[in-house]
């Protein structure tokens, strides 16, 4: 009987670990793109870079952390005049982990908005 908790011991422990290599991943991953993205909308608040242009930028930072976004999934809204106005960048993807009978998708949205001083 002990020898059998022990092995359903190891077992949850052992499964508790693989699952957690698989999930945390992608929320550190989104949490340094979500970090990028904000900083890259306080830096085009005070600069005069066009819309698309920042989303090269954040397409450019997604693919350095691996994050799963399309091009045209990267929104970016302008409004207003430098150092004026708002940026607006939204960034909404999926990450799909592939457990072991038990898929499951996990939804990020790196999101932000980021006033200018005036």
Known sequence: MGSIKMFLGIFVLVGG???????????????QFQDAVKDEATRDSYAAKSESAIQDSVFKKAQEYDIPISHDAIHVEHQGNQFSGTIIISAPYVVHIDLPGYPMDLHFDASTQNKGVF
């Not at 693989?18 to 999930?23: D, F, M, R, S, T």
Request: glycine share 6%; aromatic share 26%.
């Open 17 to 31: 670990v693989y699952v957690g290599a698989k999930v945390i991943p992608p929320y550190f991953e989104n949490y």
